[in-house]
C-alpha cells in the first residue's frame, strides 16, 4: 500500500457539518415526464450485473461497429470499454439528429450585452459550421486523428463548434479555461504537445469587451521557452469581419478563422470511426503536485456515460431548453453543455457573460426569453444571487421544472432559496458529486426516483458504487455518522483513463492508496481514490465534506495550493509560501497566502502587490488569494516542515490547538497580533 500522503489542513478539516434534512418529494408533474421513472434500474446496474449493465448507456449512441467486449481489464486500473466498438462523438451529437431535428435549435448562445441579439444555431447550422471548422483544422492547419490541438476560447458557440470539429477529425482537444492566463495556457500546450493554438481575438466579461489574443502571445512565448513550439494560431472573431483586440497578428503564425472558412465553404468532413477507447480529450486539472494533469477522457464510454446521464439525471428531452450555466472551460461544460446533452438532441445554452450582469436579475430574463425549463448551476453563483437579488426571480415569468447543484457542497439553507425561490416550489433539485476525472456523475439523486434531501448530493448513481474507507482502510459503513475517505468500488464508462502521459502518477494518485494487489486485473482490487471526504447517511445518502488533498475548490473551480505557493515563490523577496483554505461566503473556500522573505528584504506592500501579480500571472485572477500575509517566520515542526494547519486555524479563527511542540511557537501569536491589525 502507498505510503498515506499527510495533509494536515485539508477542505474536509475545515468543514462544517449540518444536520441530516428531510426528505423532499420530487412533484407529480415532474414524474409524469420523467425519462426515467423504473425504479428497477438500480438492480439492473447492481453490481451482479457489471459491467453488462452499462450497454443500457452504451446504446443511447449510433455505433459504427458494435463492441465485442464491454470491459476490458487486462492493463488494471486503465480500464477499456466498449472495445472493439467504433463511433464518433461529432456523428453523434450532430449528424444522427439532422433527420429528425435539422430545424431545431441545438445551441442558443447569450451574448453578455443585452443589445446584442441571441444566436439560435440550429441542428443544420451546427452541421455546417463543424464540418466546415473541420475542414480547416484539416486542410489548413494540418491536424490529424491522435493529433492534440489546445483550444483557450470563452464562453461563445465557437468552443463547441471547435470541439466537435476536432472530434470529427479524432483530433484531441484540451480546452483551456478562458480566465486562464497565457502562462497556465502555454503549461497545457507543453504538457499536450500541440503546434496550434485554436483561440478568440475578445470577449465580453462583466461588461468589458477583453483583448483575449494577448494571452495567445504569451502562451505561445511561454510555451517555445519550456520547447514547444505553436505553428499556428487560430484566432476567431467575437464579431466577424472585424478584428476586435489591439494585439497585433503575427506574420505567417496567426491566422484568423473567420477569413480561412471562406475557403472551406460548403465542405463536408468524413467523420473519422473512432475506436472506443480511443480519446476524445484532455481536461487538465488540479492536484497535489504543482503541475496540472491531463485528464484523458476515452470516446465511446464518455459519451455513453455523459448521454446517459444527460437522459436520466438531467432529465433532458428534445423539447426542452436546458441550461447549464458553468464554462465549457470545465469539465461540468464539456460533460453537460456539450457532449452529453447534444448528443441527445438537446437545445443547450451557451452562455457568454457573468450571472450578475449588468444586474442579478439577468439570469431570469434569460430564462424567462428562452423558456430555459432545466436549470445547471453551482453552489458559488446560488449564493451570489441569493445575496445580491433574493427577490429578482419572482420578478420573470418563467419555470424551471429540473435544477442542478454541481461543484461544492450546498448549505441546506442555499438549497432551500434555490428550492423555494429560483424553483418556485416547483422544480425538482439534483445536487450531483462528481469529478473532471469521473466524466459523469457519481451520486446524486435519480430526479423522479429518489425524494431530495436538502445539503446531500444523494446515492451512488445506477452503475457506481461507492464505499467508504478509513485511513487505515476500515470500511466506514454507512449510517455511523463517522467520516472517511469516498471511494468508488468499481470502473465506469465515463472515467477518465489516464492522465496524458503520465500513467505512474495516474496509478499512484487514484488507486494506489486502496488497492487490494497491485498485480491483479481484476477490478474489485482497484477501488478508486476520489480525494473527497464523506459521510453516508443509513439510506445511503452521501454528503460530500470537501477535499483531503492540497486542492482547494474556489467558487467551484479546483486550485491546487502548490500551484499558488510556485508561483509566490517566483518573485525574487519571497522565502517560502504556504497557501491554506479560508471559509467565504460566497466562493465557499478561498485561498488565504502566507509568506515569510529572504534575509535583508522588509515587509512592504510592494511585496505583497508583487506576488498577488506574479498569481496572477501564472494561473489567473480565479486564483487570487484573500490575503498576502507576510509573516516573519512560518510556523514549523522541529523538523523544518510548515505547519499549515495552524496557518488554517489563524485564517479561519478558529482555536490553532496545541502548538508547543513547534520548534517556534512565539511565532503564532505574532502573526495573530498581525493579522488583527
Ligand atoms: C467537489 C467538478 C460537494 C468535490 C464537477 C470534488 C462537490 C471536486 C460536488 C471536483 C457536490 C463537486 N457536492 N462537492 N455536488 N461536486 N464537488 O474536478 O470536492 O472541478 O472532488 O469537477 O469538486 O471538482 P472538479
Redesign the pocket.
Known amino acids: 500500500m502507498a505510503e498515506k500522503e499527510v495533509v494536515e489542513t485539508s477542505?474536509a478539516q475545515i468543514a462544517v457539518h449540518w444536520q441530516e434534512e428531510e426528505y423532499i418529494y420530487p412533484p407529480a408533474e415532474f414524474i409524469a415526464q420523467a425519462n426515467m421513472t423504473d425504479k428497477t434500474i438500480f438492480d439492473r446496474f447492481s453490481l451482479d450485473n457489471f459491467p453488462n449493465c452499462f450497454k443500457e448507456y452504451a446504446d443511447l449512441l449510433t455505433w459504427y461497429e458494435y463492441w465485442h467486449t464491454t470491459l476490458d481489464t487486462s492493463d488494471a486500473p486503465c480500464w477499456k470499454w466498449f472495445v472493439g466498438g467504433k463511433i464518433n462523438a461529432s456523428y453523434n451529437c450532430v449528424d444522427r439528429h439532422l433527420k429528425e431535428y435539422k430545424n431545431k435549435t441545438a445551441i442558443h448562445f447569450v451574448p453578455e450585452p443585452e443589445d446584442e441579439k441571441v444566436e439560435h444555431i440550429t441542428y443544420q447550422e451546427l452541421y455546417v459550421r463543424v464540418n466546415e471548422m473541420a475542414a480547416l483544422l484539416r486542410d489548413f492547419a494540418g491536424l490529424k486523428r491522435g493529433d492534440r490541438v489546445t483550444l483557450h476560447l470563452p464562453m461563445t458557440a465557437e468552443l463547441p463548434i471547435t470541439m466537435l470539429a476536432c472530434a470529427r477529425l479524432g483530433v484531441i482537444h484540451s480546452q483551456v479555461f478562458g480566465g486562464f492566463s497565457g502562462k497556465a495556457c502555454a503549461d497545457r500546450i507543453v504538457d499536450s504537445g500541440s503546434n496550434v493554438l485554436v483561440t478568440i481575438d475578445s470577449y465580453y466579461r462583466g461588461g468589458t469587451l477583453l483583448d483575449h489574443k494577448e494571452k495567445a502571445d504569451e502562451a505561445v512565448a511561454a510555451a517555445a521557452q519550456d520547447g514547444q513550439k505553436v505553428d499556428k494560431v487560430l484566432i476567431w472573431q467575437r464579431y466577424p469581419g472585424k478584428y476586435s483586440a489591439k494585439t497585433p497578428l503575427v506574420e505567417g503564425r496567426d491566422f484568423i478563422v473567420n477569413d480561412l472558412l471562406k475557403d472551406y465553404y460548403g465542405a463536408r468532413v468524413e467523420p473519422e470511426k473512432m475506436d472506443a477507447a480511443e480519446p476524445l480529450f484532455l481536461m487538465y486539472?488540479s492536484g497535489t503536485t504543482g503541475k496540472p494533469k491531463g485528464c484523458q477522457h476515452s470516446t465511446g464510454g464518455y459519451l455513453a456515460y455523459t448521454a446517459g446521464t444527460s437522459k436520466y439525471v438531467q432529465d433532458i428531452h428534445p423539447t426542452d431548453v436546458y441550461w447549464c450555466m458553468a464554462d465549457i472551460g470545465?469539465?461540468?461544460g464539456h460533460s453537460y453543455i456539450v457532449y452529453g446533452p447534444l448528443a441527445i438532441a438537446a437545445s443547450s445554452v451557451v452562455y457568454e457573460g457573468i450571472p450578475n450582469y449588468p444586474d442579478p436579475g439577468r439570469p431570469w430574463r434569460i430564462a424567462q426569453d428562452l423558456d430555459v425549463n432545466i436549470f445547471h448551476t453551482a453552489p458559488t453563483a446560488i449564493r451570489a444571487l441569493r445575496k445580491i437579488g433574493p427577490d429578482e426571480p419572482k420578478k420573470y415569468n418563467y419555470q424551471f421544472k429540473h435544477m442542478t447543484?454541481?461543484?461544492?457542497?450546498?448549505e441546506p439553507e442555499v438549497w432551500k432559496w434555490y428550492y423555494e425561490v429560483v424553483g418556485k416550489g416547483k422544480a425538482v433539485i439534483v445536487?450531483?458529486?462528481?469529478?473532471?476525472?469521473t466524466g459523469g456523475f457519481l451520486c446524486s439523486t435519480l430526479p423522479a426516483i429518489s425524494p431530495m434531501k436538502p445539503g446531500s448530493?444523494g446515492p451512488g448513481m445506477p452503475g457506481i458504487h461507492p464505499i467508504v474507507y478509513d485511513d487505515e482502510g476500515n470500511v466506514v459503513e454507512p449510517g455511523t455518522g463517522k467520516a472517511g475517505n469516498i471511494c468508488i468500488q468499481n470502473p465506469w464508462p465515463g472515467a477518465f483513463q489516464t492522465i496524458w502521459g503520465d500513467r505512474d502518477r495516474y496509478v499512484r494518485q487514484y488507486y494506489e492508496r486502496y488497492c487490494k494487489n497491485p498485480d491483479s486485473k481484476d477490478w474489485r482490487d482497484w477501488p478508486y481514490l476520489?480525494?473527497?471526504a464523506a459521510v453516508v447517511a443509513a439510506d445511503g445518502y452521501v454528503r460530500?465534506l470537501?477535499?483531503i488533498d492540497d486542492?482547494i475548490?474556489v467558487s467551484?473551480?479546483?486550485l491546487g495550493t502548490k500551484e499558488i505557493e510556485s508561483a509566490a515563490l517566483l518573485v525574487e523577496e519571497v522565502a517560502e509560501a504556504a497557501v491554506v483554505p479560508v471559509a467565504h461566503e460566497i466562493k465557499g473556500k478561498e485561498p488565504d497566502l502566507y509568506v515569510s522573505l529572504k534575509p535583508g528584504y522588509e515587509a512592504s506592500e510592494e511585496i505583497q502587490k508583487k506576488v498577488m501579480d506574479s498569481i496572477i500571472n501564472e494561473i489567473g485572477k480565479i486564483a487570487k488569494p484573500r490575503n498576502v500575509w507576510i509573516v516573519a517566520d512560518m510556523p514549523k515542526t522541529r523538523s523544518g516542515k510548515i505547519m499549515r494547519r495552524v496557518l488554517a486555524a489563524l485564517s479561519n479563527k478558529q482555536p490553532e490547538g496545541d502548538v508547543t511542540t513547534l520548534a517556534n511557537p512565539e511565532i503564532v501569536e505574532q502573526i495573530k497580533q498581525m493579522m488583527q491589525g
Open positions: 477542505e486539472t470545465w469539465i461540468t447543484t454541481v461543484g461544492e457542497p450546498i445536487d450531483t458529486w462528481w469529478q473532471t476525472e448530493a476520489t480525494g473527497d460530500i470537501g477535499r486542492v475548490n467551484g473551480h479546483r
